[in-house]
């Protein structure tokens, strides 16, 4: 069955970096268009990042161009978010998923990003 799997997140300071990484599984990767999404507490689901399936199309939401990159390996069914100079509004939990997410509703348990000194 489908699995998305998240891993990577936890507790930086304002300026620092993480890779978040992204497991996926019991689909057809490298077909699909993927996402990194984020979501904090009363808030919508919104896309961070996008990937085509082979890798050489990216886009992303303009409050992060510039210092997020979003990468996969299609080999090794993996999907990467470099996240650099965080900000206290970054702070979220990061999930990934297909673009436009999967019909039947599947997600991760996602990865928690807190920014914070």
């Known amino acids: 069955q489908v699995q998305l799997v998240e891993s990577g997140g936890g507790l930086v300071q304002p300026g620092g970096s993480l890779t978040l990484s992204c497991a996926a599984s019991?689909?057809?990767?490298?077909?699909?268009?993927m996402s990194w999404y984020r979501q904090t507490p009363g808030r919508e689901r919104e896309v961070v990042a996008t990937i085509s399936g082979p890798g050489d199309g990216t886009a992303y939401a303009g409050s992060v161009k510039g210092r997020f990159t979003i990468s996969r390996d299609n080999g090794k069914e993996m999907l990467y978010l470099q996240m650099n100079s965080l900000k206290p509004g970054d702070t979220a939990v990061y999930y990934c998923?297909?673009?436009?997410?999967?019909?039947?509703?599947?997600w991760g348990q996602g990865t928690q990003v807190t920014v914070s000194s």
């Open positions: 998923n297909t673009a436009p997410p999967r019909r039947d509703g599947y």
């Open positions: 019991g689909f057809t990767f490298r077909n699909n268009f």
